[in-house]
C-alpha cells in the first residue's frame, strides 16, 4: 500500500493560520512580504493585515523554526544586524542607485516603477539594520511627510556614514504630499511617472555636521524665577518627585489622594488649597477601573479632570505602554488636550530600560520624563519602595536602585509605620526624606480606612492625623519588634538563608543570586550565616561534571557524607524570593491576595510557552536570544500614539 506523503505547509497557508484570530475579527491579508538572503533564499515573512471598515492595521512577523514549523515571529538577529528588504535586488544590480524608503510596502511599489529600492522596516529600525551591502553604492532616501520620516531619514544618513559613497534625501515636503503621506501616494497621483522621474525628485540642500561645543550663558542674561508650588513645600511644578516606602504603608493610595486633591481643588493635609488642575497617572501595577478609580473616589476626585496612560498605538496596533521608550508618544499625546498638573509613574523603576542600580542609566532614563515634567509645567510623582534590610539607615539610602533617584528628585518622600502600642490603631508617618528646593523634614502622621463610594464598592482612603516636626531621620526611622514580621535586617536574613538550606546544602554561587533578588546585602547574608552557624565547603567534581564548587550547609548537614544532598541543593532554586522570605499583605486592599493568585496563575501559563532558565535573569536573556527584534520596543509609526 502506497504512503501518502506529507503535506508541507505553505508560507500563505501558515500566514493564514498564524493571522486565524484576526481574519475572524475582519481583517483582510493585504501582503506577505518575504525578506531573502543575498542569494535569494527565504529568511523570514512579514504579514499585513488592514481591518476595511475601521483601517486599523497589523503586521506580524513569521518565519520557519529548526523543526520546520512556522511561528509568528522573527528568527534571531545576526550579529551584523538585521538584513535589508529584497536584498537579492541590490546584489543583483550593484551599479543601480538605492532609493531608501520606509517599510516594505513603499519599497515593493517603487519597485513595479523599475527602482532598485530597499527598507530597514519601520521608523525605528535603521539603528538595527544591516547596511554592509550599500558600501560605496549612491543612495537615495525617501522620508515620509513627518516627523518620524524625517527621523528614520536622518537615521538612515547617520547609519550610512562612512558606507555609501553618496547620500541624498528627496525633499517631501517639496513634493504636495499630505500630512504623513508617502512614496505610495506620490506614485498613485502620479502613474506615468518612471525611475527618472522619480531619481530626479528635488532632494535637500547636503547638511553641513555642526560641530561639537559646550553652550554658556551670562548669569546676568537670566531672569530668576520663584518655584511654582502646587503644595508648598511638598509638590513643585515642572519638578520630579519621588515616593518611597515599605509594602503596606500606602504609597500608591497617598499619591491618589494628593491628585484627588489637586483635580477637585480639595485641601491637603496641612489645610493648603491648591488650584485646581488636570492629573495624568500610569500605573504597571494596579487595575484603573477596580483598584485605582475606586480609590480616588474614595479621595473625592474629580475624575473629569484625571486621565489614565492605558497603552499606546503603533500603526493601528494597541500595545502596553512602556515609560523606559514611550514618553515621546506621550508628550505628544498630554499637548492635544489640557495640560496635566501632576503626573503619576508607578512604579517610577519602569521608566529604567536596562540595570535600575546603575547611577548614570537611571539619569539617562528619568532625563526625557523630567524633561516632560519641565516642558508641561507639571509635578512629576514616582512611586517605589524600600530596599529590604535597610532600617536603621538614611531614608535617601533606603531608595531601591541607584542613589541617583534620590539624588535627581528635588523632593523625596518616605513612609513607614509608626510604633504600635498595646491594641491601638496602626498609624503611618509621611515625611520629607529630601528638598533641594524647600525645607525638609516635617511630616503628616495618617492611617487607613474604607468606604463604599458606589452600592456594594468600597475603597481605601488616606485619614490624615496631625503634623509632625523633627528631622527627616528621626521621623523616618522604622520601629525594630523582636518578633512578627518586622525583623532586623540580620534576623530577616538569618530566616531567610535557613530556608534557603533546611533542605540540604546549596552552592554559594546560588545563595548569592536569590540574595540579591530578594533584596539582602551580601554582608548581612554573611552575618547571618556566622549566626547561625553555617559552614562553607568545597565539593569535588561530582556536582555536574563541572569541578569543585563551593556550597554552603547547616551544622546538622555538616556531618552528612560529602555530596549526598548536592544533587537536590543544585536545582533548589526559589521561584520567587517570597517562598523563602514571610509574605508582608498590603493592608490597603483586602483583595490584594485575588492580584497575587492571578499573576502566579498567569506566569503558570506563560511558562507553557517560553523556554524555562534556573533564575529570573537567565530567563530574561532567554527571551531575548529566543525571538528577533522583541527586545526594542515597537516602532513608533506616522499613526503611533498614546491612548488616554
Known amino acids: 500500500?502506497?504512503?501518502?506523503?506529507?503535506?508541507?505547509?505553505?508560507?500563505?497557508?501558515?500566514?493564514?493560520?498564524?493571522?486565524?484570530?484576526?481574519?475572524?475579527?475582519?481583517?483582510?491579508?493585504?501582503?506577505?512580504?518575504?525578506?531573502?538572503?543575498?542569494?535569494?533564499?527565504?529568511?523570514?515573512?512579514?504579514?499585513?493585515?488592514?481591518?476595511?471598515?475601521?483601517?486599523?492595521?497589523?503586521?506580524?512577523?513569521?518565519?520557519?523554526?529548526?523543526?520546520?514549523?512556522?511561528?509568528?515571529?522573527?528568527?534571531?538577529?545576526?550579529?551584523?544586524?538585521?538584513?535589508?528588504?529584497?536584498?537579492?535586488?541590490?546584489?543583483?544590480?550593484?551599479?543601480?542607485?538605492?532609493?531608501?524608503?520606509?517599510?516594505?510596502?513603499?519599497?515593493?511599489?517603487?519597485?513595479?516603477?523599475?527602482?532598485?529600492?530597499?527598507?530597514?522596516?519601520?521608523?525605528?529600525?535603521?539603528?538595527?539594520?544591516?547596511?554592509?551591502?550599500?558600501?560605496?553604492?549612491?543612495?537615495?532616501?525617501?522620508?515620509?511627510?513627518?516627523?518620524?520620516?524625517?527621523?528614520?531619514?536622518?537615521?538612515?544618513?547617520?547609519?550610512?556614514?562612512?558606507?555609501?559613497?553618496?547620500?541624498?534625501?528627496?525633499?517631501?515636503?517639496?513634493?504636495?504630499?499630505?500630512?504623513?503621506?508617502?512614496?505610495?501616494?506620490?506614485?498613485?497621483?502620479?502613474?506615468?511617472?518612471?525611475?527618472?522621474?522619480?531619481?530626479?525628485?528635488?532632494?535637500?540642500?547636503?547638511?553641513?555636521?555642526?560641530?561639537?561645543?559646550?553652550?554658556?550663558?551670562?548669569?546676568?542674561?537670566?531672569?530668576?524665577?520663584?518655584?511654582?508650588?502646587?503644595?508648598?513645600?511638598?509638590?513643585?511644578a515642572g519638578k520630579l518627585h519621588i515616593l518611597a516606602g515599605a509594602p503596606g504603608t500606602g504609597k500608591t493610595t497617598i499619591a491618589l489622594a494628593v491628585a484627588a486633591c489637586v483635580s477637585a481643588g480639595r485641601a491637603l493635609p496641612d489645610g493648603h488649597i491648591p488650584r485646581r488642575g488636570h492629573a495624568v497617572i500610569w500605573s504597571g501595577e494596579d487595575d484603573p477601573a477596580d483598584t485605582?478609580?475606586?480609590?480616588?473616589?474614595?479621595?473625592?476626585?474629580?475624575?473629569?479632570?484625571?486621565?489614565?496612560?492605558?497603552?499606546?498605538?503603533?500603526?493601528?496596533?494597541?500595545?502596553?505602554?512602556?515609560?523606559?521608550?514611550?514618553?515621546?508618544?506621550?508628550?505628544?499625546?498630554?499637548?492635544?488636550?489640557?495640560?496635566?498638573?501632576?503626573?503619576?509613574?508607578?512604579?517610577?523603576?519602569?521608566?529604567?530600560?536596562?540595570?535600575?542600580?546603575?547611577?548614570?542609566?537611571?539619569?539617562?532614563?528619568?532625563?526625557?520624563?523630567?524633561?516632560?515634567?519641565?516642558?508641561?509645567?507639571?509635578?512629576?510623582?514616582?512611586?517605589?519602595?524600600?530596599?529590604k534590610g535597610t532600617q536603621g539607615r538614611d531614608p535617601l539610602e533606603r531608595v531601591t536602585g541607584s542613589l541617583a533617584f534620590g539624588a535627581l528628585a528635588r523632593v523625596v518622600w518616605g513612609t513607614v509605620r509608626q510604633p504600635q502600642e498595646g491594641d491601638s490603631e496602626r498609624r503611618m508617618t509621611l515625611a520629607r526624606a529630601k528638598s533641594n528646593i524647600g525645607p525638609d523634614g516635617g511630616g503628616f502622621a495618617y492611617s487607613f480606612d474604607v468606604v463604599e463610594v458606589t452600592p456594594g464598592l468600597h475603597a481605601s482612603r488616606i485619614r490624615w492625623g496631625e503634623a509632625l516636626e523633627g528631622t527627616a531621620r528621626e521621623l523616618l526611622s522604622e520601629p525594630l519588634e523582636a518578633s512578627g514580621e518586622e525583623l532586623s535586617a540580620t534576623e530577616d536574613a538569618v530566616s531567610f538563608l535557613r530556608s534557603l538550606l533546611e533542605d540540604g546544602p546549596m552552592p554559594a554561587k546560588t545563595i548569592r543570586t536569590e540574595a540579591d533578588g530578594a533584596g539582602y546585602a551580601w554582608a548581612t547574608i554573611r552575618r547571618a550565616k556566622d549566626r547561625l552557624g553555617v559552614e562553607a565547603r568545597k565539593q569535588g567534581g561530582s556536582f555536574g561534571g563541572k569541578g569543585a564548587v563551593w556550597v554552603w550547609l547547616l551544622p546538622q548537614d555538616a556531618q552528612t557524607p560529602e555530596g549526598e544532598h548536592l544533587v537536590e541543593a543544585s536545582h533548589k532554586v526559589l521561584k520567587t524570593p517570597q517562598d523563602a522570605h514571610p509574605k508582608v499583605l498590603s493592608t490597603l486592599c483586602e483583595s490584594e491576595h485575588l492580584v497575587e493568585d492571578a499573576t502566579a496563575a498567569t506566569g503558570a501559563i506563560d511558562a507553557q510557552h517560553h523556554h524555562r532558565c534556573s533564575t529570573p535573569k537567565d530567563e530574561h536573556l532567554c527571551e531575548k536570544v529566543s525571538t528577533y527584534g522583541n527586545t526594542e520596543p515597537p516602532s513608533a509609526e506616522p499613526d503611533a500614539e498614546v491612548d488616554l
Not at 554592509?132 to 532616501?141: A, E, F, G, H
Request: aromatic residues 6%.
Open 1 to 236: 500500500m502506497a504512503e501518502v506523503a506529507e503535506t508541507v505547509e505553505t508560507p500563505q497557508q501558515a500566514a493564514r493560520r498564524l493571522a486565524a484570530a484576526s481574519l475572524a475579527q475582519g481583517f483582510k491579508p493585504e501582503k506577505l512580504h518575504i525578506y531573502t538572503s543575498p542569494s535569494g533564499e527565504p529568511l523570514f515573512w512579514r504579514l499585513r493585515l488592514k481591518h476595511p471598515e475601521t483601517g486599523e492595521k497589523r503586521i506580524f512577523p513569521m518565519w520557519r523554526d529548526a523543526s520546520g514549523r512556522f511561528v509568528m515571529k522573527e528568527p534571531p538577529t545576526p550579529p551584523s544586524g538585521k538584513p535589508l528588504y529584497r536584498l537579492h535586488d541590490l546584489v543583483q544590480r550593484p551599479g543601480d542607485v538605492v532609493l531608501i524608503c520606509e517599510g516594505e510596502k513603499c519599497a515593493d511599489q517603487l519597485a513595479k516603477r523599475g527602482i532598485l529600492a530597499t527598507t530597514s522596516g519601520s521608523a525605528t529600525s535603521a539603528g538595527g539594520a544591516d547596511w554592509t551591502p550599500l558600501k560605496d553604492r549612491r543612495v537615495l532616501i525617501w522620508p515620509d511627510n513627518d516627523e518620524p520620516g524625517q527621523r528614520y531619514a536622518a537615521d538612515v544618513v547617520q547609519a550610512l556614514q562612512g558606507v555609501a559613497a553618496e547620500v541624498k534625501v528627496i525633499d517631501a515636503a517639496a513634493l504636495n504630499l499630505p500630512p504623513h503621506g508617502d512614496a505610495v501616494e506620490w506614485l498613485a497621483a502620479h502613474p506615468e511617472a518612471g525611475a527618472d522621474d522619480v531619481l530626479s525628485l528635488p532632494t535637500l540642500a547636503p547638511q553641513t555636521e555642526p560641530s561639537d561645543a559646550v553652550e554658556l550663558v551670562a548669569a546676568a542674561d537670566l531672569d530668576p524665577q520663584p518655584v511654582h508650588w502646587l503644595w508648598p513645600g511638598w509638590l513643585a
Open 292 to 387: 485605582l478609580v475606586p480609590r480616588l473616589l474614595a479621595a473625592g476626585a474629580d475624575l473629569t479632570r484625571v486621565r489614565f496612560v492605558q497603552g499606546t498605538r503603533i500603526k493601528g496596533e494597541r500595545l502596553p505602554f512602556d515609560p523606559a521608550t514611550d514618553v515621546r508618544l506621550l508628550a505628544d499625546a498630554l499637548r492635544k488636550g489640557p495640560p496635566p498638573a501632576i503626573i503619576l509613574i508607578d512604579p517610577i523603576v519602569s521608566a529604567v530600560a536596562s540595570d535600575s542600580h546603575k547611577n548614570a542609566e537611571v539619569r539617562r532614563s528619568l532625563a526625557p520624563l523630567v524633561e516632560l515634567a519641565v516642558d508641561l509645567g507639571a509635578a512629576l510623582v514616582g512611586i517605589t519602595h524600600y530596599t
